[in-house]
């Protein structure tokens, strides 16, 4: 994902980080689930 945006790994690291802390996850995998369950609620 860093080379594709052309910017540093850890840059990346770091805004992922805060991204899953400000969602209440640890990781992709637990963001993954979270979304999915968000949108099966909010599915029109």
């Not at 640890?26 to 609620?41: C, G, P, V, W």
């Amino acid at each position: 994902m860093a080379r594709k945006l052309d910017t540093l790994e850890q840059t990346v690291r770091v805004h992922a980080s805060a991204f899953f802390k400000h969602q209440g996850v640890e990781n992709r995998s637990q963001a993954a689930i979270k979304y999915k369950q968000f949108a099966t609620l909010h599915a029109d």
